[in-house]
């Protein structure tokens, strides 16, 4: 069965320094991946998705993430963070043959200035 | 703006109610999904429609049901309301049902029991 770990709850970083969330899943067949983001009292929007082409994926926002089928990782990077990335993150996981989506935790950046 | 609405944006209810919650899809998307999300379970995928047709069940409570009318909008139905039911209500949509489909998520219905 599928699954998806975003270690770390909560990531605090200061405003210029890089971003890196963690996500590491489990599926038994190629998985697709996806990062969303949640702002506050908002619903989730799409930062990126891996659909088995590319293995570094770029996204919104200046975000990419890099597919690594060895560690089984799907881990979020951001080289400078805004102020305007303080937000929760969450990582999802599908399988061919599944319909839906298993969601990670999430994982709440905060931003210092 | 996601393209998919979700009426009402707050409920407040007692223990015992029952409320619908309505999602309409963006426009060309074929697929809905709702997903409920707390504090205690996270984001949990609660079911799928597509075309009108449930495709999937999550962990949807026996006390909730779904459906997708003809002109492709879905409601939640979710009766003998618990405290524990407190939670947002995350309706998505995407163009068709393949696992590789980008879902696009409605603001959320913020569902409140006492």
């Known amino acids: 069965a599928q699954s998806v770990t975003q270690l770390g709850s909560h990531v605090s970083v200061s405003e210029g320094a890089l971003v890196l969330l963690r996500c590491n899943y489990s599926s038994s067949v190629p998985p697709y991946l996806f990062w969303y983001v949640q702002y506050p009292n908002q619903g989730l929007q799409l930062l990126l998705k891996y659909t088995s082409a590319a293995t570094l994926v770029k996204g919104i926002n200046g975000f990419e993430a890099e597919f690594k089928k060895s560690e089984t990782s799907f881990h979020l990077t951001k080289p400078s963070a805004h102020m305007s990335d303080a937000a929760e993150y969450f990582c999802?996981?599908?399988?061919?043959?599944?319909?839906?989506?298993?969601f990670g935790t999430g994982t709440r950046l905060k931003v210092l200035a | 703006d996601s393209g998919v609405t979700q009426t009402p944006k707050h409920l407040i209810t007692a223990t015992g109610q029952r409320v619908t919650l309505r999602c309409s899809p963006r426009s060309g998307d074929l697929s809905v999904y709702w997903y409920q999300q707390s504090l205690d379970q996270g984001l949990q995928f609660l079911i799928q429609?597509?075309?009108?047709?449930?495709?999937a069940k999550g962990n949807i409570l026996e006390r909730f049901s779904a459906q997708q009318f003809p002109d492709l909008h879905s409601e939640l139905n979710l009766s003998s309301l618990e405290l524990g039911d407190s939670a947002l209500y995350f309706c998505a949509s995407s163009v068709e049902a393949g696992a590789a489909d980008t879902q696009y998520f409605g603001p959320g219905t913020r569902l409140t029991v006492l």
């Open positions: 999802a996981v599908s399988e061919t043959g599944t319909y839906k989506y298993i």
């Open positions: 429609y597509y075309n009108g047709e449930e495709r």
